[in-house]
């Protein structure tokens, strides 16, 4: 039985450029969901393709403690990228290791245990970052996971400073919730949870794995709020497709993190993709693009369809409309009647994480589309 862990979607994908994907009979598909946000430049970017196939060819892999170009690229790629603060690097190859690490790092350098994390939250499927995933169905089946987890409301201060104490190992949350639905927290509430993790000398780690890359409009979404945590976990688009994560990490959890590693930690063919990703996301002004174009698609959609949904909500080219029917009958119209790929957030939210390199005849189209399969629903 292969792939029983995934339903198959009757669409056949042979070819990917830019904001497009094709079919096998030449079928065009524009790309709102980015496999889940793991393409910002687009498919097939030529600079991440040039380096991929540059390094493959000169060395695909030695362990992370023979010192290769590739990775001290894509580690300075961070080490640049990273908020003021952050610049101690741990590569790894996806975003529940990413968090797995950064749990361990603050256990390890608090020396304490308790984690506090928020509802609809989500932070990765192996059991440490699954333990602070908020949904009953992705736990339910493997508990007992980790213990001394606390869920707090998402978005609520007060909430958090009852939670957060001394015997706080960490605090993690998404500056927006990706999964859960595109939920935004109220303005001040990154502040008050690094003022709470701060008075109860707790680390406060921001999963930017979804929100991260430039997504929302600044390269990590915590700099619209000048909030910087002890722990950013990224991954999804920073290797631009291959598998990749990254924990950026403050001087006082890297100096204590304890004993931690992965086999694949910065291999030098996904180092490489990092490098040429980051770089290339810097250099084109990527964020600054994302944010532009993602308030033109949240202005056009809410006049198109603003009375026929519940809500539109979003940050950049991370939006979520929420449908007053189920998200998957809209997904199914958009995907077969209009080419549009894009993906759930729960069972009412349509949730769209283009390439960033969406420009606004591509977000036109986008409207357009869901103009027509909303248009008749109320
Ligand atoms: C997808 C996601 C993860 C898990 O990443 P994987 O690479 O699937 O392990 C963690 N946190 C957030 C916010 C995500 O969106």
Redesign the pocket.
């Known amino acids: 039985m292969s792939g029983f862990v995934h339903a198959e979607k009757p669409i056949r994908l042979e070819r990917g450029e830019g904001v497009h994907l094709y079919g096998e009979s030449g079928d065009e598909y524009l790309d709102c969901g980015a496999s889940?946000a793991c393409a910002p430049l687009g498919h097939t970017h030529s600079t991440v393709t040039e380096a991929i196939r540059g390094q493959l060819e000169r060395l695909t892999f030695v362990q992370a403690s023979y010192p290769v170009a590739a990775r001290e690229r894509a580690n300075a790629a961070l080490e640049a990228a990273a908020p003021e603060g952050l610049e101690n690097v741990w590569l790894c190859n996806?975003?529940?290791e990413a968090?797995e690490a950064a749990l361990k790092f603050a256990r390890s350098a608090t020396g304490d245990s308790k984690i506090v994390a928020t509802m609809q939250g989500?932070?990765?499927?192996t059991m440490g970052a699954l333990a602070t995933t908020w949904k009953n169905e992705y736990r339910d089946p493997y508990e007992p996971l980790i213990g001394d987890v606390e869920f707090v409301p998402y978005g609520d201060e007060a909430a958090l400073a009852d939670a957060v104490d001394d015997e706080t190992a960490a605090l993690i949350l998404?500056p927006v919730q990706?999964?859960g639905g595109i939920n935004r927290p109220p303005e001040g509430y990154l502040a008050a949870a690094r003022e709470q993790t701060e008075q109860a000398g707790a680390a406060l780690i921001l999963?930017e794995?979804?929100t991260g890359m430039g997504r929302t409009g600044e390269l990590w979404a915590c700099e619209h709020e000048g909030v910087t945590p002890d722990v950013l976990t990224t991954?999804?688009g920073l290797a631009n497709g291959l598998p990749a994560?990254a924990a950026l990490c403050a001087d006082w959890i890297a100096e204590s993190h304890g004993s931690h590693n992965s086999t694949f930690s910065g291999g030098p063919v996904v180092s490489a993709a990092i490098d040429a990703t980051l770089s290339t996301l810097v250099e084109e002004e990527m964020p600054a693009h994302a944010g532009n174009v993602g308030n033109y698609l949240e202005t056009e959609l809410r006049a198109a369809v603003g009375d026929d949904v519940r809500e539109i909500r979003g940050m950049g080219l991370m939006v979520g409309i929420e449908v007053k029917c189920g998200a998957n009958r809209v997904l199914r119209d958009l995907a077969l009647d209009h080419s549009i790929l894009a993906l759930p957030a729960g069972r009412s939210v349509v949730r769209l994480l283009p390439p960033l390199v969406m420009d606004e005849t591509d977000a036109d189209r986008v409207v357009d589309a869901l103009a027509s399969v909303l248009g008749g629903e109320s």
């Open positions: 889940y996806s975003g529940t968090n989500f932070h990765g499927r998404e990706g999964e999963d794995v979804q991954a999804k994560g």
